[in-house]
């Protein structure tokens, strides 16, 4: 094994080589960092890498913890004390985050090194990293083409092996449709199961941190990591973390995978739909049982989540005034002439746009008609799920309807990329856990994107959905599938 080698392994790959010292912390890291020079430039992965924090931490690794030595690539809005927290934001730029947050903090107990900040939608609001004020992302598998997003820096790092395991969040989905559409395995935990502190809020009732890995197991791996009640997040979940990759490696004869019946009637692109019809029958082959389920609701899934979630973020954007942190307008004229002005210079389109959505839903005259109507029927959308776990034991779906797109080709219909979270936003409404794991290729014009498939499970029920995955992934190939080289040209 040369250095060069390195970077497209595995953490579960790389644990034995690191725990026998056959490479250290400071090689694997080297490795990374050469090839992130090498890559990146023309990926727009990573918005900042600090080498010489970084190798520090490398180099005080403590190679018998659980993720000794690994390094772990982290969405820049998380917060690693010491390094700039942007949040693909202007307001942001000059931030730097005063503290560890939790996942970071658990990170690190757990040995793994958090390297390098990566590239989102401002905010995290978008699917495609395009609203990132450092720009977009490109899809290692086809370079004119998005990552997704809004967690696409940490996919597209992974995929194109410049990160061996990243950090996301998911609002909406922006863990599982970065991973689908750059071809690698992307899961959100249930909710409250991993801590929020020092993640920049989003829309807090739906925000949740999730990995983003080369395969199942790794994310079980750093799922195990970061998983655990935190005193500081009063929404986290109390009680034991199991050991996620227990499961892994049974077998789902007799498990009972449910079809949604609704899903048929979705917009669906021909080659994703094939895709599915596929590992369907891969799934049948296992011994799983196909059972047909109805989710009544599910066609106002969108509409909910893009009321509630603008509603939470201009409630929770409000912070950024340029008061305490972030730019500040010049010459003020005076306090309402800074708000202003520091706020449409800091503040990104897509931003603007859902602040102003979000304040108007819970303005009063309105408040009634949007935000309580929406509540009600994300009460609906729940109990839709609640009956279908009472029938099965996973869903199964495409995770996006349709491949990567064009970069620039949705700028002019937001509506259109919105509308492209259906299958991905009641996982979040509803507060279960979801994964997408790679299940074949489109092909367009000779090139290949990635498809994923999603797998919802009940909440708490993080490892049979895991199990799920993962008999699904060591039974076919599509995982060690990697993008067309991306050496120096
Ligand atoms: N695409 C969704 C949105 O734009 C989800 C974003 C997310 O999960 N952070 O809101």
Redesign the pocket.
Known sequence: MTPRDLPALTISELQPLLRRREVSPREVLEALHARIDEVDPRLGAYLSVNRDTSFAAADAADGTLPLGGIPIAIKDNINVAGESCTCASRILENYRAPYDATVITKLRRAGAVPFGKTNL?EF????STENSSAGPTRNPWDLTRVAG???GGSAAAVAADLAVGALG???????R?PAALSGIVGLKPTYGLVSRFGVTA??SS??QVGPLTKDVRDAALLLNAIAGADPQDSTSLPGPVPDFTEHLGRDIRGLRIGIVKEHALQGIDAQVKAALEQATNHFHSLGAELVEVSLPHTEYAVAV??VL?TAEASANLARFDGVRYGQRAANPQNLLDHYERTRAEGFGR?VKR?IILGTYVLSSGYYDAYYLRAQQVRELIRRDFTRAFEQVDVLLSPTTPAPAWKIGDHEADPLQ??LA?IF??PA?LTGICGISVPCGFAEENGTRLPIGLQLLANTRDEQRLLQVAHAYEQTTDWHRLRPPSLAAS
């Open positions: 939608d995290a609001m978008g699917s997003g809004s967690s969040s998911d609002t909406g989905g922006s863990v449709q989003f829309a739906l925000d989540y893009y979630a897509e859902r990329v919105y979270d991905t936003v979040n």
